[in-house]
């Protein structure tokens, strides 16, 4: 279903972001690239406590890419120390402050130690109403498509009965929304085979800004310019202004 298209300047309910440039942030500063990481872990704090206290309902960030595997053996095992060290000091945090985990990814290839704290901070924020906060971890669009697809001829439902709801049905986290907004920093402008299908609609904003810097005045003005804009999904100018006469009518 696409998105009522009268919310154009209303709150995202959903916001991916794709933390990019902490390598380059490190390098700058003479720094290794896991110095980055470590430093963009403050932004993802930062950002979590600003999203959740703005209203929005789901944040997901990219956490480390399918592709992310063929980086240095180094790297790859600070990135996931950073991250069972983060989930495990953050935990009581994010309960105090509602914010519920949950993953999107190939998780059982993650390290035992990585799956072990996700599960438990998942587990112990099960209950908590307010933002949700969703890891890509070892995840790519390709591949999250790709079990989709598996999972529908696994299921044996008929070619002629599988629809677009068939295949939103069989992605990872069907229950969600999909991100009506993109962040990514650093001043690449891909997608990087980023939530593929759940993009398709969404605003892209892109920001020359290093991960390691962004902060809330970063986010807020995301939001802003976000909400400035017109979301048409594939309608004239035309239609959406006959559509909020219609609405205004009614
Ligand atoms: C991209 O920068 C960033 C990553 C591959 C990892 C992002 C991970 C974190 C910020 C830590 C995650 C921790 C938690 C708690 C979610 P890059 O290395 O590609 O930078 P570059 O493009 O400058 O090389």
């Keep these: 279903m696409v998105d009522n298209p009268h919310n154009a300047n209303s709150l995202p309910h959903h916001v991916a972001v794709i933390m990019d440039g902490n390598g380059r942030w490190a390098r700058q500063r003479g720094e290794d690239r896991v110095y980055g990481h470590a430093h963009g872990v403050e932004s993802v704090r930062a950002i979590v406590r600003e999203a959740g206290e703005l209203g929005v309902e789901y944040l ?25 060290d983060s989930l495990a000091g953050e935990v009581q945090e994010l309960v105090k402050k509602g914010v519920r985990l949950r ?27 307010g ?86 005045d970063h986010f807020r003005a995301a939001i802003h310019e976000f909400r400035g804009r017109e979301r048409r999904f594939g309608r004239t100018g035309e239609q959406l202004t006959q559509n909020a006469d219609d609405a205004s009518n009614h």
């Design 103 to 129: 993953s999107t990814g190939a998780i059982d290839s993650l390290p035992e130690s990585c799956r072990e704290a996700l599960k438990d901070v998942e587990d112990q924020t099960a209950g908590c109403t």
């Design 131 to 216: 933002i949700t906060l969703i890891l890509a971890l070892s995840y790519s669009g390709r591949w999250e498509l790709t079990e989709a697809v598996r999972s529908i001829v696994r299921s044996g439902t008929p070619a002629e009965d599988i629809d677009e709801q068939t295949l939103r049905d069989h992605m990872n986290l069907p229950d969600v929304p999909d991100p009506e907004l993109l962040i990514r920093t650093s001043g690449e402008q891909r997608l990087s085979n980023f939530l593929l299908w759940q993009l398709a609609y969404s605003e892209l904003h892109f920001t020359s800004v290093m991960w390691p810097d962004f902060r809330e």
């Design 60 to 84: 997901t960030l990219y956490a480390f890419s399918t592709e992310n595997w063929s980086r240095p053996q180094a790297e790859i095992n600070a990135l996931m120390e950073l991250l069972v």
